[in-house]
């Protein structure tokens, strides 16, 4: 599944192409998506786009009489083509625009989700108790400290609760906890102060490092296959369970937490 990374990359990929622009039609082929595509999803034909934003891993396409929601899933993509570009498989959703473009939504496994709202996004289910963004000033020590109070959960686990802080996925939560010297297993209420505030950090310079380099080399949303994929960058422990670590030397120890990977140092993580 894309991480937060990658879906920021797809809506800088897409917005220098939709925004300003109006909506001419609304074409659904499939409505069957991990949420049916509600019919009211055509408000959106003969608005003009304001901005494409995003929250967690929902890309918000917002013009003034609502916002379009939308969700890749495990295997969803969006191009910018040409509105007579013929339609293949698994191209389930398009959006016509006046100036002869199109987002089309692709999505094999249909996982993915588009939405349909009129009132302030914030308030609606899918978004209203999500955590502060990541890399905003609303995470931070004293509100991660409170989230965590008492909490007895694997700090790893808590990591990647949309209901703490949104978008920090597996990869993300591996390498962060790594570069904190926090064990995933250790008791989230019981992590001091210091790693804490150390975690907050690596959080935000791992997520806008990965987003930057996917700035860097990011794709023709007009041309390329639309999949966000995941960027070239050195792991230190995602993936690489049984491997030494690329700190001390250690083997580095593999492990399912929460149905997921979870690779550490024993010994660069032992608090």
């Given at each position: 599944?894309?991480e937060l990374?990658?879906?920021?990359?797809?809506?800088?990929g897409?917005?220098?192409h939709?925004?300003?622009?109006?909506?001419?039609?609304?074409?659904?082929?499939?409505?069957?998506?991990?949420w049916p595509?509600?019919d009211v999803?055509?408000?959106?034909?003969?608005?003009?786009i304001i901005?494409?934003?995003r929250?967690?891993?929902y890309l918000l396409?917002e013009?003034q009489a609502?916002?379009?929601?939308?969700h890749l899933?495990?295997s969803?993509?969006?191009?910018?083509?040409?509105?007579?570009?013929?339609a293949?498989?698994?191209?389930?959703?398009d959006?016509k625009?006046?100036?002869?473009q199109m987002l089309r939504?692709n999505?094999?496994?249909?996982?993915?989700?588009?939405?349909w709202?009129?009132?302030?996004?914030?308030?609606?289910?899918?978004l209203?108790?999500?955590g502060?963004?990541?890399?905003s000033?609303?995470?931070?020590l004293?509100?991660?400290k409170?989230?965590?109070?008492?909490?007895k959960?694997?700090?790893?686990?808590?990591?990647?609760?949309?209901?703490?802080?949104?978008?920090v996925g597996?990869?993300?939560?591996n390498?962060?906890?790594?570069?904190a010297g926090?064990h995933?297993?250790?008791?989230?209420?019981?992590?001091?102060?210091?790693?804490l505030e150390?975690?907050v950090?690596?959080?935000?310079?791992i997520l806008?490092?990965a987003?930057k380099q996917?700035?860097t080399?990011l794709?023709d949303f007009?041309?390329?296959?639309?999949?966000?994929?995941?960027f070239?960058?050195?792991?230190?422990?995602?993936?690489?369970?049984?491997?030494?670590?690329t700190?001390?030397?250690?083997?580095l120890?593999?492990?399912?937490l929460g149905?997921?990977?979870t690779?550490?140092?024993?010994?660069?993580?032992?608090?």
């Amino acid at each position: 599944m894309p991480e937060l990374p990658e879906v920021e990359v797809t809506r800088l990929g897409i917005s220098p192409h939709l925004i300003a622009q109006t909506v001419t039609e609304l074409i659904v082929r499939n409505r069957s998506l991990r949420w049916p595509v509600p019919d009211v999803a055509s408000n959106i034909v003969g608005q003009q786009i304001i901005d494409i934003r995003r929250r967690a891993k929902y890309l918000l396409i917002e013009t003034q009489a609502g916002v379009t929601i939308v969700h890749l899933g495990m295997s969803g993509s969006l191009r910018v083509l040409a509105s007579d570009t013929p339609a293949e498989k698994h191209d389930h959703i398009d959006l016509k625009l006046g100036n002869g473009q199109m987002l089309r939504f692709n999505d094999p496994r249909r996982f993915g989700a588009w939405l349909w709202y009129e009132l302030p996004e914030h308030a609606h289910p899918l978004l209203a108790k999500l955590g502060p963004e990541p890399l905003s000033d609303e995470f931070n020590l004293e509100q991660l400290k409170a989230a965590l109070a008492n909490k007895k959960k694997a700090i790893k686990l808590c990591l990647m609760d949309n209901h703490i802080v949104v978008g920090v996925g597996n990869i993300y939560a591996n390498e962060a906890l790594f570069a904190a010297g926090i064990h995933p297993q250790a008791e989230a209420g019981k992590v001091d102060d210091e790693r804490l505030e150390m975690l907050v950090a690596e959080v935000k310079r791992i997520l806008a490092q990965a987003i930057k380099q996917g700035g860097t080399t990011l794709k023709d949303f007009t041309n390329a296959d639309g999949k966000p994929g995941y960027f070239a960058q050195k792991l230190h422990v995602y993936g690489r369970g049984g491997e030494t670590c690329t700190s001390c030397g250690n083997l580095l120890s593999e492990i399912k937490l929460g149905q997921r990977a979870t690779v550490f140092c024993g010994l660069c993580q032992s608090k």
